[in-house]
């Protein structure tokens, strides 16, 4: 299976903005530039990711994106869905009824769902398994165990130079 350039970024970016203070906004070009990726191509992501609650969005110049549930209640599944889609990987399109000598209709072997089917049905349940199994907190965790500071250095002063916080209308 091969999941989009999307879901890297939109998963490098979700962990990125669960760095930010309880009121800060990362913008959409500030996560591009983090990344060094495209930002038309990231913000099509980002808008998903919105769409599907996982980032909150605070439109206008001085706007941007922050999380939208707490990082423990965001799972790699979630941020797959919102950018690929929740339809399943496989399609069966019974091409097994098809061709120059199809199996007649009563056939034992048409009774019961097309057995490719069932076994890429089962392995997409596996692997939605495990990715909502895992969640932007645990990843977190994770990558702290193992920083030698280098990354919290890297991402603490990119988000102290980029982190906008919005001005509150008394």
């Known amino acids: 299976m ?3 350039d999307g879901v890297e970024q939109a ?3 979700v962990t990125l903005l669960a760095g930010l203070s309880p009121a800060g906004l990362l913008s959409a070009a500030a996560l591009a530039e983090y990344h060094g ?5 990231l913000l099509k992501h980002l808008q998903a990711l919105s769409a599907a609650g996982i980032l909150q969005t605070l439109p206008g110049p001085k706007g941007g994106y922050r999380l939208g549930r707490a990082p423990a209640e965001i799972s790699l599944l979630d ?3 919102a950018v690929e889609g929740a339809g399943p990987a496989f399609r069966c399109q019974e091409i097994r009824r098809r061709g120059p000598n199809p199996l007649p209709p009563g056939c034992a072997m048409l009774a019961g769902p097309c057995r490719i089917n069932t076994a890429m049905q089962r392995a997409e349940q596996a692997y939605r398994a495990e990715l ?5 907190a645990s990843i977190i965790a994770d990558v702290s165990a193992l920083d030698d500071g280098s990354i919290a250095k890297r991402s603490g002063s990119f988000l102290q130079a980029h982190e906008r916080i919005p001005i509150q209308k008394a």
Do not use: A, G, Q, W
């Open 79 to 81: 941020i797959v869905l």
């Open 37 to 41: 990726v495209s930002p038309s191509y």
């Open 11 to 13: 998963i490098h970016s």
């Open 2 to 4: 091969k999941l989009s």
């Open 132 to 136: 909502r199994s895992v969640s932007i």
